[in-house]
Structures are given as structure tokens and as C-alpha cells.
């Protein structure tokens, strides 16, 4: 039996979610779709098995279109995170130069990843398209002295040529990726994270501190809380709420069961692997912790008398 996924993306071809896509292995049936949206539509539908989508840019933080979709549009669950560091550069037709760009193409969260840049072009206008590599086909369409912002693998793929490389605000500058199917929960690792969304049953001085303090009384890291507007009036928020540990772990499972009795609703958004460069690490670091915790445990129970 074939083991190829039907995987959908934010497309097309040459985006970094493409880039993202490339690190799932190579057993796969990659399918791009226009908008965020649409590849939310499609994972829902059953038209693909999981999706890519991003969720979060270390310049520009969440991405809204994503995160509002999986709240408000749709029932799925993050399945696995990737994080790639994102390489911008300016991009136009063979014979355009620098100082002939008239406007710049690109994913609104691009051109916010390079105002230092675009600062230092006077009199280049910008102009917003549906993804970074959406810009580069439409550059490398265009008659005009125009240039796109977009990857390394854009260029090639669309026959540019690069003005200017690295113009990205911060060296650092990384992009985490979500895959999100309809129903699966990964096993726990010994490094994982969940993520939830807390709906207050009012707005009442201390529902915050009524939140968080479920983490706190259970020793619960949390390594991200935004609020988000519910779209039922000014001033009605959610929190979006992710920390360290797996719906598995039986007290994450408890916070979660303490949150959902005392709150409208909890929406359960994932519980996933860590990843990054010291995701392999810390896993292991996490399981020899956990493994003398148990032996120690044990030493002590066989002293417990008949």
C-alpha cells in the first residue's frame, strides 16, 4: 500500500512554506493552494491529510490568518511544528537594476520583515500579493522596472536575478510552521508542547490571573499568551495560550480539565513535538530526568513497610 500524504500548502511553488514542506520527506504528494485559508479549507474537507501553513515570524509574530482559522473556522489539530530561518532578498528580470526599481512585490509579512531595507530605496513604492513567491512569477511576468522580496528558491524558480541579498531586518529572522490534520495527536516525546485557547465566561477583574495561575500552581512553563479578538464586539477576547508538556502527561491533562470546569471553553489545539537544534537534546535530557525520577521513587516506596 502507497504511504504517499497528500499534503497541502501555502502556495505556490518557491514559498518557505514550500521550503517547509521539503523537510517532511520526500514520500509526498505536495499540492499548493492560494491563501492560508483555502489550505485550512482543504485539510478540513478531506481533500489533502494534513497541511502546512505558518503560524508565527520571529519580526512579526503571529501570523493572523493562520491562528484565526484554527479558532474560529476550523476543528483541527497541530500535528508538528517546523522552524526555518527565512533569507529575504530583492529580486527582478535579467537587464533590471538596483536603481531602476520603481516598486517592490511581496507577502505583507516580507515587506514587514524588511523596513530597514525598503527605507534605504526613496521613492520605491510597495505593493502587497498573496505570497513572497506569488511575487517573483509576477515580477518575472511584468514589463516593468519592478523587483519582488522572496527566497533563494523563488529566484530560481522564476528566473530572476538577485539585486540584494539577506535584506531582512534581523540575521535571526525565523519562521515557525504548523502541520495540522483533522484528528491525530502525536505521541509524547519528553519534549512537546500544547497549545489552547481560553474563552472567559465574562470580563471580570482577576480572569487572567484565574488562568494563569492553573499553570502556575502546577509548575507549568508557558512559552507564549496572546490575546485574540473573539469578532463578537470590542473588547471580547480569547487567550491563546501555549506551554511545555503533552495532553498525555497527567498533569497537563489535570490543568486542562480545571481550565475547561471553570471557564466558558477550552479549545484544545495540539499537543506536538518541539523542534529547533536542541529539540533531540533536550528529549533525551527530559527521558534520563524522568527515568532517575522513577528509580528514585521506586528506592523509596520499597522502604514502605507491610
Given at each position: 500500500m502507497s504511504t504517499v500524504r497528500r499534503v497541502g500548502f501555502f502556495g505556490p511553488v518557491g514559498t518557505f512554506t514550500h521550503e517547509a514542506v521539503a523537510t517532511l520527506g520526500d514520500d509526498l504528494d505536495a499540492i499548493p493552494f492560494p491563501?492560508?485559508?483555502?489550505?485550512?479549507?482543504?485539510?478540513a474537507n478531506g481533500d489533502?491529510?494534513?497541511?502546512?501553513?505558518?503560524?508565527?515570524?520571529?519580526?512579526?509574530?503571529?501570523?493572523?490568518?493562520?491562528?484565526d482559522g484554527l479558532l474560529f473556522d476550523h476543528d483541527l489539530f497541530i500535528e508538528r511544528e517546523i522552524v526555518i530561518p527565512i533569507r529575504l532578498h530583492l529580486?527582478?528580470?535579467?537587464?533590471?537594476?538596483?536603481?531602476?526599481?520603481?516598486?517592490?512585490?511581496?507577502?505583507?509579512?516580507?515587506?514587514?520583515?524588511?523596513?530597514?531595507?525598503?527605507?534605504?530605496?526613496?521613492?520605491?513604492?510597495?505593493?502587497?500579493?498573496?505570497?513572497?513567491?506569488?511575487?517573483?512569477?509576477?515580477?518575472?511576468?511584468?514589463?516593468?522596472?519592478?523587483?519582488?522580496?522572496?527566497?533563494?528558491?523563488?529566484?530560481?524558480?522564476?528566473?530572476?536575478?538577485?539585486?540584494?541579498?539577506?535584506?531582512?531586518?534581523?540575521?535571526?529572522?525565523?519562521?515557525?510552521?504548523?502541520?495540522?490534520?483533522?484528528?491525530?495527536?502525536?505521541?509524547?516525546?519528553?519534549?512537546?508542547?500544547?497549545?489552547?485557547?481560553?474563552?472567559?465566561?465574562?470580563d471580570r477583574p482577576g480572569s487572567l490571573y484565574g488562568i494563569l495561575g492553573r499553570f502556575a500552581a502546577r509548575d507549568l512553563n508557558l512559552t507564549k499568551l496572546e490575546s485574540r479578538p473573539t469578532k463578537r464586539g470590542l473588547g471580547d477576547y480569547c487567550f491563546v495560550i501555549e506551554f511545555d508538556g503533552h495532553v498525555a502527561d497527567d498533569v497537563i491533562a489535570d490543568c486542562l480539565a480545571d481550565l475547561q470546569a471553570?471557564?466558558?471553553?477550552?479549545?484544545?489545539?495540539?499537543?506536538?513535538?518541539?523542534?529547533?537544534?536542541?529539540?533531540?537534546?533536550r528529549r533525551d535530557e527530559v527521558g534520563a530526568a524522568r527515568a532517575s525520577a522513577r528509580a528514585w521513587i521506586h528506592e523509596i516506596r520499597s522502604k514502605v513497610s507491610d
Open positions: 491563501t492560508i485559508a483555502d489550505v485550512l479549507d482543504a485539510v489533502v491529510e494534513v497541511g502546512v501553513v505558518p503560524i508565527e515570524n520571529a519580526i512579526e509574530g503571529t501570523v493572523s490568518a493562520t491562528i529580486m527582478a528580470r535579467d537587464g533590471v537594476a538596483l536603481d531602476e526599481v520603481t516598486e517592490v512585490w511581496s507577502y505583507s509579512h516580507a515587506l514587514a520583515q524588511c523596513r530597514k531595507f525598503m527605507s534605504s530605496l526613496p521613492g520605491v513604492q510597495v505593493a502587497n500579493v498573496g505570497s513572497t513567491a506569488d511575487a517573483a512569477r509576477a515580477v518575472s511576468q511584468s514589463d516593468a522596472p519592478v523587483a519582488a522580496l522572496a527566497s533563494r528558491a523563488a529566484a530560481s524558480t522564476y528566473g530572476l536575478h538577485i539585486l540584494a541579498e539577506d535584506v531582512e531586518d534581523a540575521d535571526d529572522n525565523e519562521t515557525r510552521f504548523v502541520v495540522v490534520g483533522r484528528s491525530r495527536v502525536p505521541r509524547p516525546t519528553g519534549h512537546d508542547r500544547t497549545s489552547i485557547v481560553c474563552f472567559q465566561d465574562a471553570h471557564l466558558a471553553r477550552v479549545k484544545f489545539l495540539g499537543s506536538y513535538p518541539v523542534t529547533g537544534e536542541a529539540a533531540v537534546t
